[in-house]
């Protein structure tokens, strides 16, 4: 059964992108059909991340009002035959976005996918409410600081009221993914903890995405980090996230930091 | 101030923490009635002008939220002269 997930914040920057490109590539290498669809019309980036901006030339807008056909739309991944991404529409304004046209696509994907990942826009308005509402599953990126906590806070409401699952009286599955995580400054006291985190959202977590120069790389090369680096810690993160999607249960570990001895006695007091 | 509190870093995690804490049950609480203080509004002047005539722009309702307890202010302001309404029921 086609499972529809939608990748949110509220607030912009804390890796939503970055996370449905890694989590969408995860679930394909682990042999699944996945399509990744950006929603973010006027900015796309999935295409981006992706490696494939050079080869859009239809995208979802084009399909609602139906100027090319969904299959002319689909972008098929280079390098996983199972992944594929549906492009947003960087030139047309967000009103394009229309109810009927989006449940339109998302039929149609289900019947074709095991997984529909939707990328979120940042913010709480059309393109966010456009994104959200077909979900089955949610993935609720967060960055443990205080106002992505908030925003999270504020999406997670808005999942459970406004999609057509909550409308039905039916739950949706929602999950944390904590992002750009410093282990060592968690550790100090200068950064929320998980635990923190955990329990102001108190919804499940999928795992934890260290801060890192890998992602950083895997943006810049076009590629996601589980297929650009697979032995990262942060692809590690993806890939166990990914497996948990798929009905998998085991411990999730807290990344620590690392340190020399000498790092380790003197490292907190040089400020 | 003790000697140690100068090589020891000031610690801001669990100051956020209780920031969001606070203020996420007041969001909440807000999410599910976010059109309270609009109802609490209309059905307290509807209140007030069954008796006496007001002008609905000149009250106000004011909602203040502390840790421990909130107050609800309500400010309705009237000529010197209170300008009754004349019903039956008030005649009385």
Known sequence: MTRVLVVTSGKGGVGKTTSTAALGAALAQAGENVVVVDFDVGLRNLDLVMGAERRVVYDMINVIQGDAKLAQALIRDKRIDTLSLLPASQTRDKDSLTEEGVTKIIDQLREKFDWVICDSPAGIEKGAMMAMRHADVAVVVTNPEVSSVRDSDRIIGMLDSKTLKAERDERIDKHLLLTRYDPARAARGEMLKTEDVLEILSIPLLGIVPESVDVLNASNLGSPVTLSNPTSPAAKAYFDAARRLRGEQFDLIVPLERKSLMGRLFGRRVA | ?92
């Open chain 2, 1 to 92: 101030m003790n000697l140690m509190a100068l090589f020891r870093r000031e610690r801001s995690a669990p100051v956020a923490r209780e920031r969001l804490q606070i203020l996420l049950a007041h969001e909440r609480m807000a999410g599910s009635h976010s059109d309270l203080l609009n109802l609490l509004r209309e059905e307290i002047v509807d209140v007030i002008a069954r008796h006496i005539k007001v002008d609905r722009e000149k009250v106000k309702i004011k909602l203040d939220r502390g840790d421990e307890v909130s107050t609800l202010e309500i400010d309705v302001e009237m000529p010197a002269a209170i300008p009754l309404v004349k019903t039956q029921g008030a005649a009385a």
